[in-house]
T-cell receptor, first 112, second 110 residues
């Protein structure tokens, strides 16, 4: 069974631009969560989607948004990028009713 | 909000040695998970624990869910160079609050 996939793996943007990251969960997994990982802050929860609905949300500004499609694939968008948005963005999926999350390889975003 | 503490923050050990690290919280969790992350990659699930007192092994790894539900430990026996990485614990309460610890960075010296 294929694991969680994320595209692109690497991305370079400039301040003020916007970016969209994509995540395909493990087949059969309906929950997708997004995390931001930085050396200083560690792994921070962004939001979780289940059945196309945002179920939980972390403490991030409105510039960070996401959505989930009917096939459980998810995208997250960051608008008006700031230098501090440079990070590894991780997506994790889990089966309905399970707390066990499986992570993708991440998208490394660099904002110049 | 809920926070997890991991200790030690980092450790250097000799190849072949056993390793022990732990994770504590001021709040209880119903699930404890241990992940390992290699540089530039996403965390990989090592062990999942679902019941207080549960002791689970995965090869050279052993983890236990503390009986107070506020802690967990991970042991690695006979360490090898590929054990190098950052080990994260994570706690969860019925999918309502998934929290990660800051990680323990493990270095293995040949």
């Amino acid at each position: 069974k294929a694991g969680v996939t994320q595209t692109p793996r690497y991305l370079i943007k400039t301040r003020g631009q916007q970016v969209t990251l994509s995540c395909s969960p493990i087949s059969g997994h309906r929950s997708v969560s997004w995390y931001q990982q930085t050396p200083g802050q560690g792994l921070q929860f962004l939001f979780e989607y289940f059945s196309e609905t945002q179920r939980n949300k972390g403490n991030f500004p409105g510039r960070f948004s996401g959505r989930q499609f009917s096939n459980s694939r998810s995208e997250m968008n960051v608008s008006t990028l700031e230098l501090g948005d440079s990070a590894l963005y991780l997506c994790a999926s889990s089966r309905a009713g399970s707390e066990t999350q499986y992570f993708g390889p991440g998208t490394r975003l660099l904002v110049l | 909000g809920q926070q997890l503490n991991q200790s030690p923050q980092s450790m250097f050990i000799q190849e072949g040695e056993d390793v022990s690290m732990n994770c504590t919280s001021s709040s209880i969790f119903n699930t404890w998970l241990w992940y390992k992350q290699d540089p530039g990659e996403g965390p990989v699930l090592l062990i999942a624990l679902y019941k207080a007192g549960e002791l689970t092994s995965n090869g050279r790894l052993t983890a236990q869910f503390g009986i107070t539900r506020k802690d967990s430990f991970l042991n690695i026996s006979a360490s090898i160079p590929s054990d190098v990485g950052i080990y994260f614990c994570a706690g969860d309460n019925y999918g309502q609050n998934f929290v990660f610890g800051p990680g323990t960075r493990l270095s293995v010296l040949p």
